[in-house]
């Protein structure tokens, strides 16, 4: 049987800066192709989308400076930002009207998973993205219908987005929202409980 050998993970320091969060999520990104991960590129822009998300908190609520940290671990691509802030991340419902406060959940919504853990000078927030194919059965159904339950509120919570950055980004969660809403209707015909 044939070892598959890991890349090394790929680390880097963020210092607050007009191209700061740009630069960063653009080498993650950069990372996961140089090791050739099988994830396809609509992947890699939810990838892109939720590194942006949580490396703009951690230097926007944590001060000026993060670390970020990806691996591939074989099956998942894997995305840490460490800051110094001992406060936890906090997924809110922003009103229709806000200009911030819903990365988070969009977080939840483009990845498979995400959370947090407590380091001794802050915190480690991540998340995982996997090609869709490496779900299987009854995890497969499981990630379909939270990602299904969270673009949709997802897609709610951004319809009144007003500038023109929000509105592509609303545009692209529409068509989250949209596949979503037939993922749902798939499981509602396989019998899957709600």
Request: glycine content about 6%; proline content about 4%.
């Amino acid at each position: 049987m044939k070892h598959q050998q890991l890349p090394a993970p790929d680390e880097f320091h963020v210092q607050a800066g007009a191209d700061a969060v740009g630069d960063a999520r653009r080498r993650i990104v950069l990372a996961a192709r140089h090791w050739n991960v099988p994830l396809s590129d609509s992947v890699l822009a939810d990838v892109e989308l939720c590194a942006s998300e949580i490396i703009t908190n951690a230097l926007t609520h944590a001060g000026d400076e993060c670390w970020v940290r990806t691996h591939w671990t074989g099956q998942f691509l894997q995305v840490e930002v460490t800051d110094h802030s001992l406060r936890p991340p906090v997924s809110s419902t922003a009103s229709p009207d806000a200009t911030s406060g819903r990365g988070l959940a969009m977080v939840e919504c483009f990845s498979h998973a995400w959370g947090w853990v407590p380091k001794e000078l802050g915190k480690t927030v991540f998340f995982i993205v996997a090609d869709e194919a490496v779900l299987t059965g009854t995890t497969r159904l499981s990630a379909l219908a939270r990602a299904a339950q969270a673009c949709i509120t997802q897609a709610r919570s951004t319809a009144l987005w007003a500038s023109d950055t929000r509105r592509r980004r609303r545009a692209r969660t529409r068509g989250r929202a949209l596949r979503a809403s037939t993922a749902v209707e798939a499981l509602d015909r396989a019998g899957w409980p709600a």
